[in-house]
């Protein structure tokens, strides 16, 4: 098992907490502290839930809440710039960092999915 902050997913997925957070600061007051804290938060789970993936032997349930939290993020972002608090050039660059990070955990879902086998009474796997 690797180490979670060697994986790139958790790199790229840290990456995009930074830049959520120096966004963030430029956010005006009315939204700083709802929307702003919101989206850190959401993507600090994120960042927990890969931990909790490489960590857990469960690692399906935690990918699937990993692309919950993906989800919120773009929406949050999404949401930042239709309210006017980013520009559309802040909002493509999270974005293209989100959709890595989205791209990452579908091949790992997909990669635990194949070690998965089906029979009628019961599903087993070695992940």
């Known amino acids: 098992m690797a180490l979670y902050n060697t994986l790139p997913v958790f790199k790229k ?11 963030t600061t430029g956010l ?3 939204y700083k502290y709802t929307l702003g804290e919101k989206l850190k938060n959401e993507t600090l789970e994120l960042l927990l ?7 857990r032997r469960e690692k ?13 993020v773009r929406l949050l972002i ?10 559309i050039k802040r909002m493509i660059s999270l974005n293209m960092l989100i959709e890595n990070v989205s791209k990452q955990l579908s091949g790992w879902k997909k990669s ?16």
């Not at 839930?49 to 960590?55: E, L, M, P």
């Open 60 to 72: 399906k349930i935690h990918i699937d809440r990993c692309m919950e939290n993906t989800e919120a």
């Open 49 to 55: 839930q890969i931990y909790k993936v490489n960590s």
């Open 112 to 127: 635990i999915n194949k070690g998965v086998t089906y029979d009628k009474t019961k599903v087993t796997g070695n992940g």
């Open 78 to 87: 999404r949401l930042l710039h239709d309210l006017r608090q980013i520009s």
């Open 28 to 30: 005006s007051r009315e």
């Open 13 to 23: 997925a840290y990456d995009l907490l930074i830049e959520i957070c120096k966004t």
